[in-house]
């Protein structure tokens, strides 16, 4: 069964430039990935600190693998204490 994603993610102020640019690395790695349909990143168009990852998955198997992977771990590191906020929803396609 497909699975969406949305991940919200809110950078400390001062730190926008920083946790963009270390999202923008995951976009082509993540892509390539097996079961990826889509990754698209967003920004708000009024609030330059908070992101958003439309994702789709072919199945929560294969998301949980990418969340495994070590591009992920690369960038939990990079922007640790540069993140005032994830928040991750898990959605069904209903319609």
């Known amino acids: 069964m497909p699975l969406t994603i949305l991940a919200q993610i ?16 995951l976009i082509p790695i993540t892509r390539a990935e097996a079961g990826c349909i889509n990754y698209d990143l967003h920004v708000d168009n009024e609030n330059p600190a908070f992101f958003v990852f439309y994702e789709n998955w ?22 640790d204490g ?4 994830f928040e991750l929803n898990e959605l069904t396609p209903i319609g």
């Open 58 to 79: 072919e199945s929560r198997e294969l998301w949980q693998t990418h969340m495994g992977a070590p591009h992920l771990a690369a960038y939990m590191a990079a922007t």
């Open 10 to 25: 809110t950078a400390n102020p001062g730190q926008e430039a920083l946790v963009r640019s270390e999202l923008e690395k």
């Open 82 to 85: 540069k993140v005032a906020s």
